[in-house]
């Protein structure tokens, strides 16, 4: 079972006697039945019975439902209602719209709306440009899915995703000020989706497409960037590469290697794996193996699918074959965007010495992090519960407040590259070691950071 989580929280409302043992037994009943007590409030009092609202971590719904049943068991505890804290913090959504303006009197209204706002429109209509100065362009992102590649839930449609995209909207106004608005599309047509967001960019300075599953995703970022004349940003592929990329130059600083020297095994070559693999070639990592379901990519491969060609050409330069368990002894590094437990122990032990470890799945990752722990030298995941946590937060939100700020309308490798060095370079020598090698994602440098590199990359 995984350890109790605050993101599978619960507040239970509890009737219990006033006198007696009751109370102090309740703390217990939780931590017998696995969970973890973060409060405990009395919420209202009389002479015989106490109303209590106690909130606990559980690992996951059922297991919440163990420590209801628990409380429960109480001699003389009534349990009354169980919320969801998750939940309510999503009721009516995680954002809202709100103007900068108050509406005071006819005069506020006036400007702000008819008669006053046609003179707005009129020199926006002789001068297009305009309209970064004069409305919510300058500052407005789109984040844009069909919901084929959600999290780690896939294919669950536009409505299903709609709560990460506000999620992902509130991380852009929290870290980068900037107001960005989740647009879920009712299709998975990659002509439909490109015509859709061509239609729309209008009233948008930059484009972030979130949880479309590959290739469909490949196509359609191309053909985003050639009709457009904002920056299209795909948070899957660049946004991971750019911070797997900063959290690998702090690893290999950790344990004296150098980027052009180490050999680097990948298991997974979906929309991250490839953005992430490309990054690695661009910043001078010279001897990469990359491995998927059917085994180690390599030009000979059988029915070698057309999106893996890439691959086969611009990798695995000692023609190696087999599986990734043979790919991954005498590495170096091992990155992973695939799936759970597709590693051991063993594994990385026959890596090479100091060897460095993404194991980034989530929320299972390719590897147990304890286990890696006992070979590898350095360690990260995807999880918030393990040092080292490789999240897409500490690059997305600087890197459009850089793009915006320099009105860019082009993201190159060059661009990437500056994010992930700013990001690498908010660590300082003094703090850098195995279990810090990249900054928390509220580390207050980190966004400016970036957002300065981007802007300076993008010759703002």
Same mark, same amino acid.
């Given at each position: 079972?995984?350890?109790?989580?605050?993101?599978?929280?619960?507040?239970?409302?509890?009737?219990?006697?006033?006198?007696?043992?009751?109370?102090?037994?309740?703390?217990?009943? =939780?931590?017998?039945?696995?969970?973890?007590?973060?409060?405990?409030? =009395?919420?209202?009092?009389? @002479?015989?019975?106490?109303?209590?609202?106690?909130?606990?971590?559980?690992?996951?719904?059922?297991?919440?439902?163990?420590? =209801?049943?628990?409380?429960?068991?109480?001699?003389?505890?009534?349990?009354?209602?169980?919320?969801?804290?998750?939940?309510?913090?999503?009721?009516?959504?995680?954002?809202?719209?709100?103007?900068?303006?108050?509406?005071?009197?006819?005069?506020?209204?006036?400007?702000?709306?008819?008669?006053?706002?046609?003179?707005?429109?009129?020199?926006?209509?002789?001068?297009?440009?305009?309209?970064?100065?004069?409305?919510?362009?300058?500052?407005?992102?789109?984040?844009?899915?069909?919901?084929?590649?959600?999290?780690?839930?896939?294919?669950?449609?536009?409505?299903?995703?709609?709560?990460?995209?506000?999620?992902?909207?509130?991380?852009?106004?929290?870290?980068?000020?900037?107001?960005?608005?989740?647009?879920?599309?009712?299709?998975?047509?990659?002509?439909?989706? +490109?015509?859709?967001? #061509?239609?729309?960019?209008?009233?948008?300075?930059?484009?972030?497409?979130?949880?479309?599953?590959?290739?469909?995703?490949?196509?359609?970022?191309?053909?985003?960037?050639?009709?457009?004349?904002?920056?299209?940003?795909?948070?899957?592929?660049?946004?991971?590469?750019? +911070?797997?990329?900063?959290?690998?130059?702090?690893?290999?600083?950790?344990?004296?290697?150098?980027?052009?020297?180490? #050999?680097?095994?990948?298991?997974?070559?979906?929309?991250?794996?490839?953005?992430?693999?490309?990054?690695?070639?661009?910043?001078?990592?010279?001897?990469?193996?990359?491995a998927d379901i059917d085994g180690v990519i390599h030009g000979e491969r059988e029915?070698?699918?057309?999106?893996?060609?890439? @691959?086969?050409? @611009?990798?695995?330069?000692?023609?190696?074959?087999?599986?990734?368990?043979?790919?991954?002894? $005498?590495?170096?590094?091992?990155?992973? +965007?695939s799936a759970p437990n597709v590693l051991d122990s063993d594994d990385i032990a026959?890596?090479?010495?100091?060897?460095?470890?993404?194991?980034?799945?989530?929320?299972?990752?390719?590897?147990?992090? +304890?286990?890696? @722990?006992?070979?590898?030298? =350095?360690?990260?995941?995807?999880?918030?519960?393990?040092?080292?946590?490789?999240?897409?937060?500490?690059?997305?939100? $600087?890197?459009?407040?850089?793009?915006?700020?320099?009105?860019?309308?082009?993201?190159?490798?060059?661009?990437?590259?500056?994010?992930?060095?700013?990001?690498?370079?908010?660590?300082?020598?003094?703090?850098?070691?195995?279990?810090?090698?990249?900054?928390?994602?509220?580390?207050?440098?980190?966004?400016?950071?970036?957002?300065?590199?981007?802007?300076?990359?993008?010759?703002?």
């Open positions: 079972m995984a350890a109790p989580s605050i993101s599978n929280s619960i507040t239970v409302r509890l009737d219990v006697p006033a006198g007696g043992a009751a109370v102090s037994h309740l703390t217990g009943a =939780v931590e017998r039945a696995g969970g973890i007590v973060t409060a405990l409030d =009395v919420s209202a009092s009389g @002479h015989d019975r106490l109303q209590i609202d106690l909130t606990c971590a559980a690992s996951d719904p059922g297991h919440a439902e163990r420590i =209801v049943e628990a409380l429960g068991e109480v001699e003389g505890v009534i349990v009354g209602k169980v919320s969801d804290r998750t939940f309510l913090m999503h009721l009516g959504g995680t954002i809202e719209m709100s103007g900068k303006h108050p509406i005071r009197n006819r005069d506020d209204l006036s400007m702000v709306y008819t008669p006053g706002v046609a003179r707005v429109c009129q020199a926006i209509a002789e001068n297009p440009e305009d309209a970064r100065r004069l409305t919510i362009k300058r500052n407005t992102v789109a984040v844009v899915t069909e919901g084929s590649a959600v999290l780690g839930l896939g294919n669950i449609g536009a409505a299903a995703a709609l709560p990460v995209m506000e999620g992902k909207a509130a991380l852009f106004k929290r870290f980068g000020g900037i107001d960005a608005w989740p647009l879920c599309l009712d299709t998975q047509d990659t002509d439909s989706i +490109v015509e859709i967001v #061509r239609a729309i960019a209008p009233g948008f300075a930059g484009i972030n497409l979130e949880d479309i599953s590959a290739p469909r995703c490949f196509e359609v970022e191309a053909r985003l960037r050639e009709v457009l004349d904002i920056p299209v940003f795909h948070d899957d592929q660049h946004g991971t590469a750019i +911070v797997v990329l900063a959290a690998l130059e702090n690893a290999l600083r950790v344990v004296g290697k150098d980027v052009a020297d180490v #050999r680097v095994v990948m298991s997974g070559a979906g929309a991250a794996g490839t953005a992430i693999l490309r990054l690695l070639l661009t910043a001078g990592v010279g001897d990469v193996v990359v029915h070698l699918h057309e999106s893996l060609r890439w @691959h086969a050409e @611009h990798t695995n330069r000692g023609g190696l074959r087999g599986t990734l368990k043979e790919a991954v002894r $005498g590495a170096d590094v091992f990155i992973g +965007v026959a890596m090479a010495e100091d060897a460095i470890v993404f194991a980034l799945a989530n929320p299972d990752p390719e590897v147990d992090p +304890v286990l890696a @722990h006992q070979h590898a030298a =350095v360690v990260a995941t995807g999880r918030s519960d393990h040092p080292n946590q490789i999240n897409n937060v500490l690059a997305f939100p $600087g890197v459009f407040r850089g793009l915006l700020d320099a009105a860019a309308r082009d993201i190159d490798d060059v661009l990437l590259l500056a994010a992930a060095r700013a990001i690498a370079g908010v660590v300082a020598a003094d703090e850098l070691n195995a279990h810090y090698i990249i900054p928390s994602v509220f580390n207050p440098e980190v966004h400016t950071a970036v957002a300065a590199a981007v802007r300076e990359a993008a010759g703002g």
